[in-house]
């Protein structure tokens, strides 16, 4: 299973074909009646809770899918989890009942005993979140059939923590957006996302740091809204970062990204350097992603995409086989680098 599982991890994500919003996530929170939240519940709660998911979901799934206890899974594979936003921080943590169950047909992955006793989430290359959400919708129905559901009248899904209350829905995109920081437009943009109710993240969610020019929006609290409003809005919103950011292409100082694109490309290149860290190397893709958009160099833009995860310290040791010292993982990373862009020029 272990190989298996790898290679699914390393073919993540699955990029949308759109300019500057690389995935689009939705997921719902549930909790089932007869448990207590997952923080009050004990081990063997927590195992008989797996167990009661995995029974509820055979009763229904014929395609094949993989169960992942945490507590199994080689740290090594669990941090190449978080890299690829499969899993969170604080599901890769040791704990007793952490599953992931993964459904790839179906682009769904079920976190068992997170923040609340389900997790489920979807990825699909879909350009509109509430394709997405028609999955979960349909794979949830299914599942409440099986599984009794902690509801509410008044307050809808009940969560642990009271922004999910209601449909339990949240959608999220990693989006891309070097235009309008380098203009010093995003900060006002994101004051208009965030008034229209949506939150600015770090490139891996809640208390993360960003990287580089890229960013998790996400929608907020999901009471007193419906899956459909939730989705509407949020495409209407990332629909509108977008053109703001197509706009601002042609403001951009165009010889000066220029510039700096020579300058990394001289440094991987160079007879000096002789090994990068992962936010040197992030910085400059993130770079050649702009000189992309602005038609500086010719490129496979996935191509770069992805590289942005191979770099990544677990990605990079999964990937060679080896478990590499910070200073291995470095060189590694510029030989990496030297291979996959070696033909850009400016």
């Given at each position: 299973m272990s190989e298996r599982l790898i290679n699914l991890i390393l073919d993540e994500p699955i990029f949308l074909d759109r300019a500057f919003v690389f995935t689009t996530r939705a997921r719902i929170a549930r909790n089932i009646k007869k448990y207590p939240f997952p923080h009050q519940m004990d081990e063997k709660q927590a195992e008989k809770l797996v167990q009661d998911v995995v029974d509820a979901i055979s009763s229904f799934i014929n395609d094949w899918y993989l169960i992942v206890p945490m507590a199994k899974t080689d740290r090594m594979v669990r941090h190449l989890m978080v890299e690829r936003?499969?899993?969170?921080?604080?599901?890769?943590?040791?704990?007793?009942?952490?599953?992931?169950?993964?459904?790839?047909?179906?682009?769904?992955?079920?976190?068992?005993?997170?923040?609340?006793?389900?997790r489920i989430c979807c990825y699909k290359p879909y350009k509109d979140s509430f394709s997405i959400w028609k999955i979960l919708d349909?794979?949830?129905?299914?599942?409440?059939?099986?599984?009794?559901?902690?509801?509410?009248?008044?307050?809808?899904?009940?969560?642990?923590?009271?922004?999910?209350l209601g449909s339990g829905l949240r959608v999220s995109s990693i989006a891309f957006l070097p235009a309008l920081k380098s203009t010093g437009r995003i900060k006002k943009i994101f004051d208009t996302i965030c008034r229209l109710g949506c939150v600015i993240r770090g490139f891996y969610g809640e208390g993360s740091p960003s990287i580089a020019?890229?960013?998790?929006?996400?929608?907020?609290?999901?009471?007193?809204?419906?899956?459909?409003?939730?989705?509407?809005?949020?495409?209407?919103?990332?629909?509108?970062?977008?053109?703001?950011e197509k706009e601002l292409l042609s403001y951009v100082n165009i010889k000066s990204v220029k510039r700096s694109i020579?300058?990394?490309?001289?440094?991987?290149?160079?007879?000096?350097?002789?090994?990068?860290?992962?936010?040197?190397?992030?910085?400059?893709?993130?770079l050649l992603l702009f000189g992309?958009?602005?038609?500086?160099i010719q490129?496979?833009?996935?191509?770069?995409?992805?590289?942005?995860?191979?770099?990544?310290?677990?990605?990079?040791?999964?990937?060679?086989?080896?478990?590499?010292?910070?200073?291995?993982?470095?060189?590694?990373?510029?030989?990496?680098?030297?291979?996959?862009?070696?033909?850009?020029?400016?």
């Open positions: 936003h499969i899993i969170s921080h604080e599901f890769a943590e040791d704990g007793f009942g952490k599953t992931l169950i993964w459904l790839p047909s179906l682009g769904l992955r079920i976190l068992v005993n997170e923040e609340d006793h389900l349909s794979f949830d129905d299914k599942l409440s059939e099986k599984l009794e559901y902690a509801f509410d009248r008044e307050f809808g899904y009940l969560t642990s923590c009271p922004t999910n020019n890229f960013y998790q929006i996400a929608t907020g609290n999901a009471l007193g809204k419906t899956e459909i409003e939730i989705c509407k809005s949020f495409d209407a919103i990332m629909g509108a970062v977008e053109e703001h020579k300058i990394f490309l001289n440094k991987i290149f160079g007879n000096t350097l002789r090994e990068i860290s992962f936010e040197q190397a992030v910085n400059g893709i993130s992309k958009k602005l038609g500086i490129v496979e833009e996935n191509i770069l995409r992805r590289l942005i995860y191979r770099i990544m310290p677990a990605s990079l040791q999964i990937e060679t086989r080896m478990h590499l010292k910070d200073e291995e993982q470095n060189a590694m990373r510029l030989a990496l680098l030297k291979k996959e862009i070696g033909s850009i020029y400016v």
